[in-house]
């Protein structure tokens, strides 16, 4: 920026700025004297050439040195309607004449009239005497007291549909209950958590009960039903933000949050009791505590930390959990290895779930390893992919499976190995949906596997030995 050096000269042209506001308007003169003012504080402060162009861009002065405003006149539309077909051509307004109204039991309808009054509007000529006895009678038409105005009726089949448009509070058919509480207790995740509890029951040592197998498996299954309830209980304004969660009962008021409640009370409460009744109160407990980890801290965890994936796989590892304890009623190194099982696997299918969820949860406010971390995301999901190869080998030195089991379960490990391995080095949307579908059979195959070389146990009394006897003299 260019300042002036001479104070003299500043001076000179603030003087000569003062003059030329003074004549402008009167209430420059304050502005002058801080300019004044101005140059004689601080060099710094000194008036620029900006300035005076500034001041004369704000102010237009004439030949006489006064300040002139007039206001511009409004301008007067003419009341003319030209036709389309030829701008160069005004025509004068047509008005329809006034039909007489016939006072009937029935409202006509709007077509009906129409049809009527199409020949009357065709023989019309636009002359204008007409349009001056068309103004009379329209003056007469809006003083005159006498003519009932003309009402619309709205036919029940226009009332309906305009109710259909509106928002309006769903009403709870009983025929759609089923579906709502499948929907509610999320019944293919209660499904998978019952089909490994089931797993965990028949890897078991001790024989088969099909009673207590189906007992333990209804409480498992109606404690899954109440964790999956409350979950969409607290969820309702965070799914309404997500593309996959959008249309749950809680979300769309297919149901009220009371309802939803007493429907996981009811699950709950007895699903507790039978375990802990039914089978013995080690089932019962850690049936408890996973309603209580999966509602209490990993739902509010999921919009805080990552921490949210490690504690939902320590919920999903106790199912088979529960299985092993309902069978045999202590907690065996047997049954942690199914529960290491659950836990290693669930990274591999929910990190690569959730990878194509990204925008999603993002919308929803959860804190996911694929949103805030996605080099952790790949990285865990391999981890923990070859994490099942060391877990199958641990199973016959823990003398749950035979030394069969490691060898014909290597190939499904390896594959979902490699399938991680690409995962994390691509970390695109199809090596992320190529793992998540293969972790969906893989776990099934990966028990069946285990159950078909669970190592055989025989009742003490059967492997005692038999007591020598001799023979008598």
């Not at 036709?83 to 029935?106: A, H, K, W």
């Not at 304004?237 to 939803?260: E, W, Y």
Request: glycine share 4%; aromatic share 8%.
């Amino acid at each position: 920026m260019y300042k002036t050096p001479c104070s003299r000269l500043s001076g000179f042209v603030s003087v000569c700025v003062k003059q030329k506001l003074a004549q402008i308007a009167p209430r420059c003169n304050q502005t002058a004297n801080c300019l004044i003012q101005l140059h004689r504080r601080d060099p710094s402060n000194w008036l620029t050439y900006q300035h005076v162009i500034f001041l004369k861009r704000q102010y237009i002065a004439k030949n006489n040195s006064e300040l002139h405003q007039r206001a511009i006149p409004k301008q007067t539309h003419d009341v003319t309607i030209v036709d389309e077909r030829d701008d160069s051509i005004e025509r004068p307004v047509e008005r329809i004449p006034t039909i007489n109204d016939v006072v009937t039991s029935t409202v006509p309808r709007p077509e009906d009239i129409a049809d009527k009054a199409q020949p009357e509007i065709s023989n019309l000529k636009p002359t204008m005497e007409d349009v001056a006895v068309q103004k009379g009678s329209a003056s007469h038409i809006v003083t005159s007291p006498h003519e009932t105005p003309h009402v619309q009726v709205e036919t029940e089949e226009a009332r309906q549909a305009r109710l259909d448009r509106q928002w309006k509070e769903l009403k709870v058919n009983v025929a759609d209950l089923p579906d709502i509480y499948a929907r509610l207790a999320k019944i293919k995740l209660t499904a998978l958590v019952v089909t490994t509890a089931a797993a965990g029951f028949a890897m078991a040592p001790v024989p088969f009960d099909p009673i207590l197998f189906f007992v333990s498996c209804l409480g498992t299954g109606l404690a899954s039903c109440t964790a999956n309830s409350i979950n969409q209980y607290f969820e309702v304004p965070f799914d309404s933000n997500m593309n996959r969660t959008k249309n749950r009962p809680l979300v769309r008021g297919q149901i009220s949050p009371l309802h939803a409640v007493s429907f996981a009370l009811a699950c709950g409460i007895p699903g507790v009791a039978l375990l802990t009744l039914a089978v013995n109160p080690l089932t019962g407990f850690l049936g408890f505590l996973n309603i209580f980890l999966y509602t209490c801290c990993y739902t509010p965890l999921k919009r805080l930390s990552i921490t949210n994936t490690w504690v939902g796989a320590v919920v999903g590892a106790i199912p088979p959990v529960m299985g092993w304890t309902a069978a045999t009623g202590c907690l065996d190194p047997g049954a942690l290895l199914l529960g290491g099982f659950l836990y290693s696997w669930q990274f591999p299918h929910f990190n690569a779930l959730s990878w194509n969820l990204r925008e999603d949860y993002s919308r929803g406010g959860y804190r996911m390893m694929s949103v805030t971390h996605p080099a952790m995301c790949k990285r865990v999901a391999l981890r923990h992919s070859l994490g099942l190869i060391g877990l199958s080998t641990l199973a016959p030195v823990l003398d749950v499976t035979t030394w069969t089991f490691p060898i014909i379960s290597l190939p499904i490990n390896l594959y979902i190995s490699y399938l991680a391995i690409r995962f994390y080095r691509k970390g695109d949307r199809n090596n992320a949906r190529k793992l998540f579908f293969c972790s969906l059979w893989h776990l099934p195959m990966l028990l069946l596997l285990a159950l078909t070389c669970k190592k055989s146990y025989r009742n003490q009394e059967d492997s005692a030995p038999l007591p020598l006897t001799l023979p008598a003299n």
